[in-house]
């Protein structure tokens, strides 16, 4: 079976870093893209950051760039979201999810992906 176990939130000050992880297990990064989601309250889910294993091509949604950084250790068969300079705004569940078409602009926006772990709840305070 399949498994994606993402982790790493918790409750941050404004202008504060978090580091996500999404562990795999059942799959190889090889032969996905891995996307970051989030969702909040209200909100339709976004699609925050992707990397995509075919180059390590990476997409970020804007209201992240400059702050949230994707990365991957195929080794591990885990991805990480560094998140800095967090903001209020930036409060979600967050979700990883993992599907076969590589091409991270297409992944977030595919809703269902292939693979999706449990979410990790990011609160940032004011």
């Known amino acids: 079976d399949v498994q994606l176990q993402a982790s790493g939130g918790g409750l941050v000050q404004a202008g504060g870093s978090l580091r996500l992880s999404c562990a795999a297990s059942?799959?190889?990064?090889?032969?996905?893209?891995i996307g970051w989601f989030r969702q909040a309250p209200g909100k339709e889910r976004e699609g925050v950051a992707c990397?995509?294993?075919?180059?390590?091509?990476?997409y970020y949604t804007d209201s992240v760039k400059g702050r949230f950084t994707i990365s991957s250790d195929n080794a591990k068969n885990t991805v990480y979201l560094q998140m800095s300079s967090l903001k209020p705004d930036d409060t979600a569940v967050y979700y990883c999810?993992?599907?076969?078409?590589?091409?991270?602009?297409?992944?977030?926006?595919?809703?269902?992906?292939?693979?999706w772990g449990q979410g990790t709840k990011v609160t940032v305070s004011s």
């Open positions: 990397i995509s294993s075919v180059d390590g091509s990476t």
């Open positions: 059942g799959l190889t990064f090889d032969d996905y893209a």
């Open positions: 999810a993992a599907d076969s078409i590589e091409n991270c602009t297409i992944v977030v926006v595919k809703d269902p992906n292939d693979y």
